[in-house]
């Protein structure tokens, strides 16, 4: 089976993580702060914040940002389900912004359009979260401009976007976002086996996020609110989580650090040809803005019609193809459709849902086979 997706691992990862296994920390130790500090200094931000998964990350971002009961996150309803969920966690309501036609992701004009009727009706969002969908970065710098117009905190699900760049800068760089999130699972840009990173210009946010992933627990003398007892003093300032990341996680993620240019020019590269190769199909390749470069964490096409996607995709399983659909919009789901959300409401999202297919992309991924992948898609449509 070639898969959609999968990681990249060789010697320099694998003696990596044995270095660490030898050595004297295997959780909470030095590790930790060297990929901090390794995806921050490539992403030129100022903080970094590495917890177990980046869904994780969204929740104590969400939390840093002050999301709670009676709150309010927008987030785009073509995106996995942590997006949403995350400000559930908080007990704060979601909301959707429906897709732009072109890139699949958050729709800028319909995310004015939703805040001068939600100004009128007195109920704007506390954050509004925009996805970088299949490692193309949203228009920060227009959403960063309705952020000062309206009020609200911008959070930036970048799980898909590690080295997507924007407008000259990385994604990441703090400029247009308060809180940008990234993933490391398997199937990204690059691995720590599972997970997550929250990057910030602010150094407080950053402190709340750190805190809030080891149990709210407070060591810092500075930060403490009463005397130390003495040496071995801590304080639980607020209800935290053990998002801790480990030392073994964090050493395999430096190592894929330093390969992850090479990661980035294959996976584009891939694309480039995928376009070419694809570009009599029928098929609609992805669109790309020239405001930045996209990651390719995935190549998602429209197939022509809907009506055929399940015939295509399970054809192209059958010839040992492993595509997969990203996403089906997280406001069809149950849970969503007890809280009160539709089929119809985004009505983009939901076209995009009924055509798309990922194919293979990833960086051990053949040229001969991505040949195969084609061809064998062209013939289920032809």
Not at 162 to 187: E, K, N, Q, W
Not at 281 to 306: D, R
Request: with cysteine; glycine share 8%.
């Amino acid at each position: 089976m070639i898969p959609y997706g999968r990681q990249s691992i060789d010697d320099s990862d694998i003696a990596a993580v044995v270095d660490v296994l030898r050595s004297d920390w295997l959780t909470q130790g030095p590790g930790v702060e060297r990929f901090e500090r390794a995806v921050a200094d490539y992403c030129q931000a100022s903080c970094a914040v590495a917890v177990s998964n980046a869904t994780a990350a969204l929740h104590l971002a969400c939390l840093a940002l002050g999301l709670g009961p009676g709150k309010l996150l927008w987030t785009s309803p073509n995106t996995f389900l942590a997006s949403a969920n995350c400000a559930r966690y908080c007990g704060a309501d979601v909301d959707f912004v429906d897709v732009d036609p072109r890139s699949y992701c958050m729709s800028i004009e319909r995310l004015e359009d939703k805040l001068i009727e939600a100004r009128r009706i007195g109920r704007l969002p506390d954050v509004v979260m925009p996805v970088d969908f299949a490692g193309q970065c949203v228009e920060l710098s227009r959403i960063r401009d309705l952020a000062g117009e309206y009020g609200f905190k911008v959070l930036e699900d970048a799980a898909h976007a590690v080295g997507a760049t924007y407008r000259g800068g990385m994604v990441g760089d703090g400029r247009y976002a308060d809180i940008t999130v990234f993933s490391f699972h398997p199937v990204k840009i690059i691995t720590s086996g599972e997970g997550g990173m929250a990057l910030t210009g602010d150094q407080e946010l950053a402190r709340r996020l750190s805190v809030l992933r080891n149990h709210g627990m407070v060591r810092d003398m500075q930060h403490l609110q009463r005397p130390t007892d003495g040496p071995w003093y801590y304080e639980q300032q607020a209800l935290g989580f053990n998002y801790r990341i480990t030392d073994l996680q964090c050493a395999l993620g430096v190592s894929q650090m330093q390969r992850i240019g090479d990661f980035l020019a294959r996976r584009r590269a891939l694309a480039k040809r995928y376009d070419r190769l694809l570009g009599n199909s029928g098929v609609t390749i992805p669109w790309q803005s020239p405001e930045g470069q996209s990651a390719f964490h995935l190549y998602p096409i429209l197939v022509p019609e809907a009506a055929e996607r399940r015939r295509i995709f399970e054809g192209l399983h059958a010839a040992g193809i492993g595509v997969q659909v990203h996403y089906i919009p997280v406001h069809q789901q149950p849970y969503y459709n007890a809280l009160g959300f539709r089929r119809g409401q985004f009505p983009e999202a939901e076209r995009y849902y009924s055509r798309t297919i990922s194919l293979p992309c990833y960086p051990d991924l053949k040229e001969s086979e991505q040949d195969f992948v084609v061809e064998t898609l062209v013939n289920l449509i032809h």
